[in-house]
């Protein structure tokens, strides 16, 4: 699996009567850079890099490439966050296009959280954040948005998002933007964020000892952690470099999320070619591994692992058929004994005992009942469409207000509003999707009485708003006659 990293650290700050200088966050990106290259997870010339210093212009990592267009920089150096959104979705969508199907995403500065979001979302304070603005989001990177991104882009497969940066209230002025969830129909792609701090924590440099080198303690700890789970024999999960990084200092709250939502991901270098073992096989699968006996267990037939491969891609869209389910039952004994049989394969992935376990207990038919199940929740199923609740009641109303066709009228955005009466003070919104799209349920606040997002659209499917401190709503999108035919009779 090829791997690309994007790297950006911003020490110095336009603003300065208002965002004080760091002097860690480049150092961050270039240990980080070292440390993915050393370790053979991305090649050096897959790396791209936005360094912003104005005390002293960044040298950038050896063999990387930059980021940003030099036509695309503004006189002071700079360049502005609505164009950086766009060279990162057009660097992310090109990536995948050439192959990529792996991705990592650092971001190293100021930071902090925007509190009228339900619940709080984390962003990076970007360059043309100016006072002027108030700590308007438009002078913010909502690291949120970086999901959304790497679910648009074509063939990633896997991303792991990663921010050193503090998560102190922000003041935002401005609407938090509504990104969405990311496309129906597209549950393969895996996404997981690791972030320095918990929401209302800060997030700390120092200097090296004995050095005038400063660096991001976070960032420090993550390095020393990999470099050793790396040199240790057996599987290295995410989910226990995290712990690692954790127990590191007494006291450090870190949050990473998506881990019980998503794969286990397991942190391995580029592979070596080998042809006859793919390299999303079980880690015990791969030969040469520490730990394993570097051969196939026989009794899990080669053919299989393609199968089997194609059910762990589908873990996203699992884990939203399980999550809708238990709030509003509706699979059957048949369909709940399939959904098991699928978390039971997906939790042999990355496990050394992955072949013992599927050559024990999974058949080739149960398998394909899996496959078959899954196609059908994608293609067939409408889970929330025996919801019994209207579309507007007690002077709350859920509507679709704007519908943008795209792709010849293959798909759409469109633009789903609840409004609120005057006299109702609820903070917000969670609306239930589904199964295939990411997240499954959406939190979202009122603002001036109307909650706002927007869904990209292959299929038409039933969508519920539970208003907090209100009633549940119900809108069944096939009724949407602004929303073209062909989307509508899928």
Same mark, same amino acid.
């Given at each position: 699996?090829?791997?690309?990293?994007?790297?950006?650290?911003l020490?110095?700050?336009?603003?300065?009567?208002r965002v004080?200088a760091?002097?860690g966050?480049?150092?961050d990106?270039?240990?980080?850079?070292?440390m993915?290259?050393?370790? &053979?997870?991305v090649?050096?010339d897959?790396?791209?890099?936005y360094?912003?210093?104005?005390?002293?212009p960044?040298?950038?990592?050896?063999?990387?490439?930059?980021?940003v267009p030099?036509?695309?920089?503004?006189?002071?150096?700079?360049?502005?966050?609505?164009?950086?959104i766009?060279?990162?979705?057009?660097?992310?969508?090109?990536?995948g296009?050439?192959g990529?199907?792996?991705?990592?995403?650092?971001?190293?500065?100021?930071?902090?959280?925007?509190?009228n979001?339900?619940p709080?979302v984390?962003?990076?304070?970007w360059t043309?954040?100016?006072?002027?603005?108030?700590?308007?989001?438009?002078?913010?990177?909502?690291?949120?948005h970086?999901?959304?991104?790497?679910?648009?882009?074509?063939?990633?497969?896997?991303?792991?998002?990663?921010?050193?940066?503090?998560?102190?209230?922000?003041?935002?002025?401005?609407?938090?933007?509504?990104l969405?969830p990311?496309?129906?129909?597209?549950?393969?792609?895996?996404?997981?964020?690791?972030?320095?701090?918990?929401?209302?924590?800060?997030s700390?440099?120092s200097?090296?000892p004995?050095s005038?080198?400063?660096?991001?303690?976070?960032?420090?700890?993550?390095?020393?952690?990999?470099?050793?789970?790396?040199?240790?024999? =057996?599987?290295?999960?995410?989910?226990?470099?995290c712990?690692?990084?954790?127990?590191?200092?007494?006291g450090?709250?870190i949050?990473?999320?998506?881990?019980?939502?998503?794969?286990?991901?397991?942190?391995?270098?580029?592979?070596d070619?080998?042809?006859?073992?793919?390299?999303?096989?079980?880690a015990?699968?791969?030969?040469?591994?520490?730990?394993?006996?570097?051969?196939?267990?026989?009794?899990?037939?080669?053919?299989?692992?393609?199968?089997i491969?194609?059910?762990?891609?589908? &873990?996203?869209?699992?884990? =939203?058929?399980?999550?809708?389910?238990?709030?509003?039952p509706?699979?059957?004994?048949?369909? &709940?004994?399939?959904?098991q049989?699928a &978390?039971?394969?997906?939790?042999?992935?990355?496990?050394?005992?992955?072949?013992?376990?599927l050559?024990r207990?999974i058949?080739?038919v149960?398998?394909?009942?899996?496959?078959q199940f899954?196609?059908?929740q994608?293609?067939?199923a409408?889970?929330?469409?025996?919801?019994?609740?209207?579309?507007q009641?007690? =002077?709350f109303?859920?509507?679709?207000?704007?519908?943008?066709?795209?792709?010849?009228g293959?798909?759409?955005?469109?633009?789903?509003?609840?409004?609120?009466p005057?006299?109702?003070?609820?903070?917000?919104?969670?609306?239930?999707?589904?199964?295939?799209?990411v997240?499954v349920?959406?939190?979202?606040?009122f603002?001036?009485?109307?909650?706002?997002?927007?869904?990209?659209?292959?299929?038409?499917?039933t969508?519920?708003?539970q208003?907090?401190?209100?009633?549940?709503?119900k809108?069944?999108?096939?009724t949407?006659r602004d929303?073209?035919?062909?989307i509508?009779?899928?």
């Amino acid at each position: 699996m090829q791997s690309a990293a994007i790297l950006i650290g911003l020490n110095t700050y336009p603003d300065t009567a208002r965002v004080t200088a760091l002097r860690g966050a480049v150092n961050d990106c270039l240990d980080m850079a070292d440390m993915f290259t050393r370790h &053979r997870l991305v090649a050096p010339d897959n790396v791209y890099t936005y360094l912003y210093d104005t005390s002293a212009p960044p040298t950038p990592p050896p063999q990387s490439r930059t980021l940003v267009p030099p036509a695309q920089v503004m006189g002071n150096g700079t360049v502005g966050r609505d164009t950086l959104i766009s060279i990162l979705g057009d660097t992310v969508n090109r990536l995948g296009r050439d192959g990529f199907e792996r991705l990592y995403i650092y971001l190293s500065g100021h930071g902090g959280d925007i509190t009228n979001a339900i619940p709080p979302v984390s962003a990076l304070i970007w360059t043309d954040f100016t006072s002027q603005n108030g700590f308007s989001n438009l002078g913010l990177l909502v690291t949120d948005h970086l999901q959304n991104i790497v679910h648009n882009a074509p063939r990633i497969r896997e991303a792991v998002i990663i921010t050193d940066c503090c998560r102190l209230p922000l003041p935002a002025l401005t609407q938090l933007p509504m990104l969405g969830p990311a496309p129906a129909w597209k549950p393969g792609t895996r996404c997981l964020t690791i972030k320095s701090a918990v929401h209302s924590q800060p997030s700390v440099e120092s200097a090296l000892p004995g050095s005038d080198r400063f660096v991001g303690e976070f960032t420090r700890a993550l390095i020393d952690v990999i470099d050793e789970a790396m040199t240790t024999p =057996g599987t290295v999960l995410w989910r226990d470099i995290c712990d690692r990084v954790a127990a590191t200092g007494a006291g450090r709250r870190i949050e990473y999320q998506q881990l019980a939502s998503y794969p286990l991901m397991e942190l391995r270098p580029e592979p070596d070619a080998n042809p006859s073992i793919p390299d999303s096989a079980p880690a015990a699968l791969r030969p040469g591994r520490p730990g394993t006996t570097g051969a196939v267990d026989r009794a899990v037939p080669a053919r299989l692992w393609k199968e089997i491969q194609a059910i762990y891609d589908q &873990r996203p869209l699992v884990n =939203g058929i399980d999550s809708l389910h238990q709030l509003f039952p509706y699979l059957n004994e048949e369909q &709940r004994r399939l959904l098991q049989l699928a &978390r039971d394969i997906l939790s042999t992935e990355g496990t050394p005992s992955a072949t013992t376990v599927l050559a024990r207990d999974i058949t080739a038919v149960q398998v394909a009942a899996v496959q078959q199940f899954l196609n059908d929740q994608i293609w067939h199923a409408d889970p929330l469409h025996t919801v019994a609740a209207p579309s507007q009641q007690d =002077g709350f109303n859920m509507n679709v207000t704007g519908v943008q066709p795209y792709h010849k009228g293959d798909a759409a955005t469109i633009r789903l509003e609840v409004t609120r009466p005057p006299s109702s003070h609820s903070p917000g919104v969670q609306f239930y999707n589904h199964p295939t799209t990411v997240p499954v349920y959406l939190d979202v606040p009122f603002v001036t009485d109307t909650v706002t997002v927007e869904l990209d659209l292959w299929g038409v499917y039933t969508v519920v708003a539970q208003v907090y401190g209100g009633p549940l709503l119900k809108l069944d999108l096939a009724t949407i006659r602004d929303i073209p035919e062909k989307i509508r009779l899928r």
